[in-house]
């Protein structure tokens, strides 16, 4: 699995979300990397991991990702929210989490009604074996719809999408299973590391209620709103939201050294 190191400080793991790879977060590595060394993760299938090994599964990713990461916080975006959660919930190796347009459940259901539909996912995924590059595109809009910034955002989304080559179809469809299968709900209570959840008020993805909801099931949690955010709010906020990361990474390192 390829994971790019760079910048200097305190450790942290930052995890993309569905098609994309760890160049998607330029704009945060522009505004962290001198105080922080960044662990930029293309999850197998993606980017320079396209031919990893590694299953796209909770369990198999996150325990290479450890195995070649040292003790840090852990940043997901979207889909990549799914693997960082999973980490927190699991290993004393995670040090603190930073949810960027991420729930534990990205479909509705019982007692979770601020989320999609089960079969917007899956009607992604019939789409993809007979349109693939039209089905990423559709993809990327709903990434952006919404945020005040939509436009160039989605420029932004489009030009990093194959800069490392094409992500394999079947990892597109695994991630797609796992945004439409998984839900984590139960492992936030007994979360024992600090985490952000940060939200864009007009994402239509990853409504920013649904986040506001897991930062109230998770101890020593808070939640911010970027008000003009979409689904990406990293590209568009690019200041707001490294501001509000630094914060939390911050205030981690204060409570290590207390």
């Known amino acids: 699995m390829h994971i790019e190191t760079l910048g200097s400080g305190p450790s942290l793991v930052m995890l993309h979300g569905w098609a994309l790879h760890g160049g998607v977060f330029a704009p945060l590595v522009q505004r962290l990397s001198d105080r922080y060394t960044l662990h930029l993760v293309d999850l197998p299938g993606h980017g320079h991991s396209r031919d990893s090994e590694v299953a796209l599964t909770l369990d198999a990713t996150v325990d290479a990702i450890l195995a070649h990461t040292p003790p840090a916080a852990w940043l997901g ?136 909801a897991a930062a109230e099931a998770a101890p020593n949690a808070q939640f911010v709103e970027i008000a003009g955010g979409g689904h990406a709010p990293f590209l568009g906020h690019a200041d707001l939201v490294a501001a509000d990361v630094d914060r939390f990474l911050q205030a981690l390192s204060q409570d290590v050294a207390a």
């Open 77 to 212: 975006w979207s889909l990549g929210g799914l693997f960082a959660l999973h980490a927190a919930a699991t290993s004393p190796q995670v040090r603190g989490l930073a949810m960027i347009a991420a729930t534990p459940r990205f479909v509705r259901g019982d007692g979770w009604p601020h989320a999609v539909l089960p079969r917007v996912f899956a009607q992604f995924g019939s789409d993809l074996s007979g349109d693939y590059g039209g089905t990423l595109d559709r993809f990327l809009a709903l990434d952006t719809m919404g945020s005040e910034h939509a436009r160039s955002e989605l420029r932004t989304l489009k030009q990093d999408l194959y800069a490392r080559g094409e992500p394999a179809p079947a990892a597109l469809q695994r991630g797609l299973q796992l945004l439409e299968q998984t839900d984590l709900r139960e492992t936030l209570p007994a979360l024992s590391v600090p985490s952000l959840w940060l939200g864009g008020r007009r994402d239509l993805l990853v409504p920013s209620k649904a986040m506001r």
